[in-house]
């Protein structure tokens, strides 16, 4: 069984900063790529932006290029994401999610593994 577990979130003010950290954990778990959604109330998920463990090549959407930046601790099976100038529009639950193998990076339906999920508020 993975694990996919979530943490970092909070309250900040517009134009502060967050890092969100996310685990996944399992004995024989091989992360092909990692990934943050968010989801705000009565709107689909929407992709915030992946990593591929491989390489750490990564991939972000418009609204956050620029602002959040992907890392991953290889070691000990980690992804953070830096989140920087921060807006309300960025407040949400973000969501981490794991796959182990090739995969569509900004689809839901690519991951099969997901967090519980972690509050980030912006305030203006």
């Known amino acids: 069984q993975v694990q996919v577990v979530e943490s970092g979130g909070g309250l900040v003010q517009a134009g502060g900063s967050l890092r969100l950290s996310c685990a996944a954990s399992?004995?024989?778990?091989?992360?092909?790529?990692m990934a943050w959604f968010r989801q705000t109330p009565g709107k689909e998920r929407e992709f915030v932006g992946s990593?591929?463990?491989?390489?750490?090549?990564?991939y972000y959407a418009d609204s956050v290029k620029g602002r959040f930046t992907l890392s991953r601790d290889n070691a000990g099976n980690t992804m953070y994401l830096q989140m920087n100038s921060l807006k309300s529009d960025d407040t949400a639950v973000y969501y981490c999610?794991?796959?182990?193998?090739?995969?569509?990076?900004?689809?839901?339906?690519?991951?099969?593994?997901w967090g519980q999920g972690t509050q980030v508020t912006v305030s203006s």
């Open positions: 990593i591929r463990w491989s390489d750490a090549d990564t």
């Open positions: 999610a794991a796959t182990n193998r090739p995969t569509i990076m900004t689809m839901t339906s690519g991951y099969a593994y």
């Open positions: 399992a004995r024989t778990f091989s992360i092909y790529r």
